[in-house]
């Protein structure tokens, strides 16, 4: 049912299709959106929850009743595991921690860089046909622990003006302070502009459909933003060694996301190919979400076989995958050849759902290629860099001639008499 390619056979841009550039009906609406929001605010808020959630709200804020009592809805087992997995997430992210630097590199001369928590931060978390617990906990937790002053959390509220009991119960344990039942391009343009009842944010974060990912776009530049994320992704690196039920699990595990979610097999193997690709006919029956992943691996699945391990591993450079799982006996081994992947899985016995929820590692990740050159989301998303520089009258009068030199090399005048003019006598006379 997938489709079997030979790697020498395509060509770079073949192997993935990855055009995620919003219809221009998109763009539109998300751009008229915007307007209304930043116009009417909260009554635009309640509006489009009335059209686009089929709710009719009484409030935009979810009240702290409503925590409780969604709190108390939930099993104790999954309570406790939503605790157990956000340790988890802040052990890993707590590593991630900068101190402030400071030196001196010659005397009289002190440098240094300092960290500076964001003042307010939204977190956007999708709603409708499936609740994300697990993107509260990977999205708020690196911005406690970076110190960000509000954390404020967006979802769209269901057809009853209710938010899903899990999502509540992860934004008490990840430490939310304001919760928002709006959802869409709606609740980035509130998040952005502020409205009489949302406070405007300095970074919006978090994952949402193609609405959210151009209203995001759209609003750079007046807040900050984690990424533009793109339909989900895995790519299964496999030798022959591979068990083929367990690859074409894993490979599943994405395309029932979402119709247009990537699987990639890359392997050396022809037969775990055939093997694999027989697993995933065997499988597909068997999930509630057949249809969506039937149509995910039929639309943007593929197993590329190369005629060498070390020709995989160049395809997966070449594809930069969102997720990389390196189902080999010895995965250290080819660790220091993966340049390009949002989050490696090591080894037969770590499937990507480790990351999507448990073992710590943060899940929102770099998709569509941009793994060549971005970051998974961490502590670092939450925090500012400002350097400092402080000099004594003597440091500065070593360094001027060339300071000023510099200056004017550029033709900036200025620039070279702001320092030329500490170095006048203390009767303050200036150059001409």
């Not at 994405?254 to 022809?270: I, W």
Request: net charge negative.
């Amino acid at each position: 049912m997938i489709r079997i390619t030979p790697f020498n056979a395509l060509a770079p841009g073949e192997i993935l299709t990855r055009d995620n550039r919003a219809e221009p009906s998109v763009s539109a609406a998300v751009d008229a959106i915007l307007a209304e929001v930043r116009q009417n605010g909260d009554a635009a808020l309640l509006q489009y929850a009335r059209q686009f959630d089929h709710a009719v709200l009484e409030s935009l804020a979810v009240s702290e009743e409503e925590i409780e009592a969604a709190f108390a809805a939930c099993q104790p087992e999954f309570i406790e595991t939503l605790r157990q997995a956000a340790a988890n997430i802040r052990a890993f992210h707590a590593q991630q921690l900068h101190r402030d630097l400071l030196f001196t590199p010659r005397p009289g001369v002190v440098l240094g860089q300092r960290y500076t928590p964001l003042g307010r931060v939204g977190v956007y978390v999708p709603g409708g046909t499936a609740s994300y617990p697990s993107t509260v906990l990977m999205d708020v937790i690196p911005a406690k622990l970076a110190g960000v002053g509000e954390i404020v959390m967006a979802t769209p509220p269901g057809q009853n003006g209710g938010v899903a009991p899990a999502i509540l119960a992860a934004a008490r344990i990840a430490g939310v302070g304001r919760i928002f039942k709006m959802g869409g391009a709606q609740a980035v343009a509130a998040l952005a502009f502020g409205t009489q009842s949302v406070p405007r944010v300095d970074k919006i974060v978090g994952p949402g459909n193609i609405y959210v990912a151009e209203a995001k776009r759209k609003v750079y530049g007046m807040v900050d933003i984690d990424m533009i994320a793109g339909p989900s992704e895995i790519l299964v690196l496999a030798d022959g060694g591979a068990n083929p039920a367990w690859v074409a699990a894993d490979l599943l595990s994405q395309a029932e996301h979402d119709k247009l979610a990537s699987a990639v097999l890359v392997t050396d193997s022809p037969a775990l190919a055939r093997a694999v690709d027989a697993e995933l006919e065997r499988q597909l029956p068997l999930l509630p979400r057949a249809e969506i992943a039937r149509a995910s691996l039929l639309q943007n699945g593929r197993i590329v076989v190369t005629d060498s391990f070390e020709k995989a591993v160049e395809a997966a450079n070449l594809i930069a995958p969102e997720h990389l799982e390196l189902c080999v006996e010895d995965p250290f081994r080819l660790l220091g050849l993966v340049r390009n992947a949002g989050s490696i899985f090591m080894g037969r016995y770590a499937p990507e759902a480790l990351g999507d929820y448990f073992a710590g590692p943060n899940h929102t990740l770099p998709t569509s290629g941009t793994a060549r050159f971005s970051s998974p989301l961490s502590v670092d998303d939450f925090v500012k860099k400002s350097s400092f520089t402080y000099y004594t009258a003597a440091a500065l009068a070593a360094e001027a001639a060339q300071v000023a030199g510099f200056a004017r090399q550029e033709g900036l005048e200025a620039h070279a008499r702001s320092v030329e003019v500490r170095m006048q006598s203390s009767a303050g006379e200036v150059q001409a």
